[in-house]
């Protein structure tokens, strides 16, 4: 049970440590994202790819955002990544799909990458495609300092309550901020059923 409690007390300790003005900005950015009909590619590795693929269904079901998670098609990673290697997954991509300044790119990371550690270089890569293309740049992350925090125009940090927990947490948080977005009266257009 002592588990199970601090648990929850984390989680607790974490929503009212959250930079609410961070989340608003957030909220505005895909406000004026959905007005210029830009897109929003999601992207993630490991359960924030899960994530990704999850919160593109709710920004284009939910909120009317044409929204694309860039880990869904298989087929596609998969090739690119025997052929052009893991770094550039991402980054080939979206740059096939023409992304652009009208546009904006979301990035679920723990970590927020890191060049120098040969970690995440994936996401690197494709916030370096999004600075040089003057796509907008968001993001929700579980630790400063990361690589794509220090290139976010808005950057969500989840704050590090406890360094054992910081994938769970990181992750789960993905999950709050981007149903509290959808829901938000400014980004929601469509109803649930539930």
Not at 44 to 61: L, T
Request: hydrophobic share 40%.
């Amino acid at each position: 049970m002592d588990f199970i409690n601090n648990y929850l007390k984390e989680v607790s300790q974490i929503t009212e440590k959250l930079r609410q003005d961070s989340i608003q900005q957030l909220i505005d950015e895909l406000a004026r994202l959905r007005d210029r009909k830009g897109r929003l590619f999601i992207i993630g590795v490991g359960g924030s790819a899960a994530n990704a693929s999850h919160a593109c269904n709710d920004f284009r079901k939910l909120a009317l955002i044409e929204a694309y998670a860039v880990t869904d098609n298989i087929s596609e990673l998969t090739a690119r990544t025997n052929d052009e290697g893991w770094e550039n997954t991402f980054r080939s991509w979206l740059k096939c799909s023409g992304m652009n300044q009208s546009d904006a790119l979301l990035v679920f990371s723990v970590g927020g990458g890191d060049v120098e550690r040969n970690i995440s270089l994936n996401i690197c890569r494709a916030v370096d495609l999004a600075k040089e293309t003057g796509t907008s740049v968001l993001s929700i992350v579980g630790r400063e300092l990361g690589y794509v925090q220090d290139k976010s125009e808005i950057c969500v940090v989840i704050p590090p309550i406890n360094p054992l927990m910081i994938t769970p947490h990181s992750e789960s948080f993905q999950a709050v901020i981007w149903h509290l977005i959808v829901s938000h009266p400014r980004i929601k257009r469509e109803q649930t059923t539930w």
